[in-house]
């Protein structure tokens, strides 16, 4: 292989595109030639850079401003049945029209009472799901007694599937940060996917030395609510700024990593705290 | 698509309020970060409202032949060239130079993250487009293709040269690797 071609095959190389013959031959030719191995090096430093630039924040009002849209979008056919002057029209064509448009208008206010009440987004005035808010509450006051059982209250809330770190992985579309490697001592007992209302949460329960457990939750949004009323203080451990929480004897704690929000429940102290960041936020594989 | 995300989406094409805030609540961040690695942060979240604006209109019309990330970034890259184009038209507007978010003076991101921006925002839409998509949103070659609407030797071939240009919009802006 001469540079020419070698160069058009660096980045199906560097993105792992290229079939193991191909690799082989454009890897041995970068053995040998500095000028080549140059440029695919540089593809590496420059994915190193994009993976550093900052997660943007967007801004809390969004959503507002585009609901604030919709209703005009998808009410046009609504309001022209309902609006005065279409009301008088069909009115002064026929009065029996006018008590069968008066009866669907009724039927249709009696049906969507029933459809709010069934399907309303049961969010406080600061977007947060309140039902959420109870079974978190629930979840974190069992955890310390039996993390089994509070695992269990949590799945009968949200549906839930066991499954292993790859397929988590294939199923969020990223590597759990509980496959890095977990704080010494610990190991991995499960892997559940929890469908909640923010996301589809990776949670995970860790045991560690002693038998002590920790659950580990991935989750797109943050999510103060969990917490709930619970006095809660901020600490900076290894760079991150975390918001911690005591119940029972012990702590959980969230913060945001390079591009998820990461929860622990169940640690002893800011330590340990220190500790699981470090090993959480390791670079995903 | 994850089974939670059908389940939304068929909600979502039936006009179900509820359905559409939580299929921006799980797609929103994605959303606006393309948004602002294409467009800059000045003009992300206008383009990140049109984007979820455009996508319940027509959402009726996703059959569920492509995944529903794919379409939801075609949509979002579609949006995000448009724009690009129009705003390429007003000579008023120094696009060349307008950072994409933030400012040296910000001292929140570091210098290198700060040239990238730089040079991402000098590179050609399209090829700022397949480098954003690989490196930020880590579409793989496949899905690449699927949104772009392209075949796989020229996704390659694309990268190639993004990658090329930026590094030497990189180099001239003082960054070594």
Redesign the interface.
Known sequence: MNCSEV??????L??G?LSAELRESVEQHLRECPACAA?R???G???L????????E??AE??N???A??PR??SRPVQWLLSAESFRELARRSRILTAAVTAVVLVLAGTTLVVYDQ???RRDSNGHDEHLAVNFDQFLNEFPKSPEHAQELLHASY?SNLVDVDQAAF????RPAVSNRLPKGYTLDSVHLV?M????CVEALCTGPGGSRVAVLEH??DQPVWFGDRPASECNCGGRKARMVKFDSHYAATWKSARRYLTVIGIRDEDELREWIQHLDRPEA | M?E?SADIITACQS????A???L???H??RV??LC??LVG?QD??DL??QV??KL??TISQFSGRSSF?TWLHRVTVNECLQHTRSRSHRPEVALVTEPM?GTSESG???E??EL??TALDRLAPELRTV?VL???E?L??SELAETLDLSAGTV??R??RA??Q??VL?TELGWE?
């Open positions: 160069r058009d095959l660096l980045s199906p560097h993105d595109e440029v090096t540089s593809f430093a420059m994915s850079l994009a993976r550093e630039l900052p997660e943007p967007p801004h969004l959503w401003q585009i609901e849209e919709l979008a998808h399907f309303h987004d549906p199923q969020v579309k990223y469908r209302p923010c996301c589809l797109a949004i | 994850t939670l006009g179900d309020r509820t559409q805030r939580q921006y609540e799980l929103h961040r606006y970060r602002v690695r942060e992300a979240s990140t409202q979820f604006l319940f209109r990330e978010a929140s991101a570091s290198s993250t990238l921006h480098f690989r490196e930020i880590e793989s070659y390659a071939s990268l190639n990658r090329t930026l590094k990189l690797p």
